[in-house]
């Protein structure tokens, strides 16, 4: 019995990290938007650019860590399946612990980056990328999806 | 004692299940990239502005309406919009270092090929303001008059003119 009492005390330990914590979330709140451009001529735009810009909030445990990796397209799709190339720099992503787009720490997009939630429970990562339409780009509205995913250390 | 135990390591392992499931938690959000890619600019010289014969001292003018002689440039670009445009024009035709002016230039544009239905403008150097059509087009039909001097030499002139059309 003494052993049973044990097993359920420990049970409930393993479980206490659960109880009372924000739950992992990941939100889409704004897209990444090159608006027009022009054949022949790349478009950049800037993990800073508070308009442009990606943007995702985050949300999981206070100040517990997190692991962000990206799945990002390498085109844009557009009209009759013509593709516009996309690309992202070694810095085109940002993380800031108060979301404030305006403090970030830049980042590989393609790597995966270590995160730390503030207190709260909160942070926001920032995206940019460079756009770079062919000579002959066939004229259109171009698409992708990038998805960001977390996964927490408790 | 011993199913107590069972019970005990059993839990245990649930336990240990529980907390990896923990570490393996896991979500995701999406978002999109978009672009709109317009339609580049095309600039052509459709037809030359030509004065034909001009007599030393006889002023000659071609209407930009001239259908044969008037010069026209044709332009396309991404439909329905703006664009800036300007000239640059010649003061003078030349031949083997001698001068012909040529000035008092008139121009139109239309979205379509016709001396009809747009307006009318004063081909310059000064950027200016025009919309592509709805198809995309941009007709531009230019006029001028030249003044041969009374002593003017015999011979063929000629002098470019561009026209610059920008987004």
Known sequence: MRGLRYAFVLTATAFMPLAGQRPLTVTGIQSL????????????????????????????????QGEVTFTLPSVLTGPAGATLPLSFGGSDAGYSQSQN????????PKQPFLI????????SVFLGATARPAPTQRAGSYTGTITLNLTAFP | MYT????????????????????????NGSITATATVQSPITVAGAQ????????????????????TNGGRFDVTGQAGTAVT?????????????NNLPIGSWTGYLNGA??????????????PAGASLSAGGTLYFFVGATVTPANNLPAGSY?????LTVSY
């Open chain 2, 48 to 67: 030359n502005l030509a004065f034909g014969n001009v007599f030393p001292g006889v002023a000659k003018t071609v209407a930009y309406s001239d259908a």
């Open chain 1, 101 to 108: 787009i305006g403090s970030q720490v830049g980042f590989d």
């Open chain 2, 113 to 126: 090929n016709s001396t009809s239905g747009g307006s009318g403008i004063t081909p310059s150097a000064t």
């Open chain 1, 116 to 123: 730390t939630f503030s207190g709260q429970g909160r942070g």
């Open chain 2, 4 to 27: 107590a135990s069972k019970a005990a390591v059993a839990t245990l392992v649930l336990a240990l299940v529980a907390a990896a499931s923990v570490r393996a938690q896991g979500v």
């Open chain 2, 85 to 97: 445009y300007s000239f640059a024009l010649p003061t003078n035709l030349t031949s083997s270092g």
């Open chain 2, 158 to 162: 000629t002098g470019t003119v561009t």
């Open chain 1, 33 to 64: 938007t090159f608006a027009t451009l022009l054949p022949g001529m790349p478009s950049v735009v800037s993990r800073t650019d508070a308009v442009k810009s990606g943007r995702f909030d985050l949300g999981g445990p206070h100040d517990a």
